[in-house]
């Protein structure tokens, strides 16, 4: 197995940073939740949350750009393995992986929720 082990760090990132860009140009999924990810971050600096609700956001969010990720892996191992072909245990695998992507996704945005969803309504409060 060493033959395939990175010499150095910044190998070892560089071939990091190239899975990120397959992923963000090969995946739908994974560009969807970098908009929203971004959407909600700016969304929060411009309510003016604190430091700790912006470092929460961050945390969830890339818990469902990680598990958007691990998905996109259990696919593409599992089609290699089926050879493409429908399999039922593949079907399984696939759809379980989805759904850990919607249970941070869903988690996500119920804590982006609690976190900014009183302060937007202070803002317009005054206006209603």
């Known amino acids: 197995m060493k033959k395939y082990q990175s010499k150095s760090f910044i190998k070892s990132a560089i071939h990091a940073t190239n899975g990120l860009y397959l992923a963000f140009r090969t995946q739908k999924n994974f560009r969807k939740h970098i908009i929203i990810a971004v959407f909600i971050l700016i969304s929060a600096f411009?309510?003016?949350?604190?430091?700790?609700e912006i470092a929460i956001i961050v945390a969830t969010n890339t818990c469902v750009l990680v598990a958007e990720l691990i998905n996109s892996v259990i696919e593409f191992v599992m089609d290699a393995y089926y050879k493409n072909k429908y399999s039922r245990l593949c079907k399984f695998a696939k759809d379980i992986a989805a759904g850990a992507v919607l249970l941070c996704a869903i988690s996500s945005a119920i804590i982006a929720a609690i976190l900014l969803v009183p302060r937007f309504v202070n803002i317009i409060k005054p206006y209603i």
């Open 46 to 52: 411009l309510l003016k949350a604190k430091g700790m």
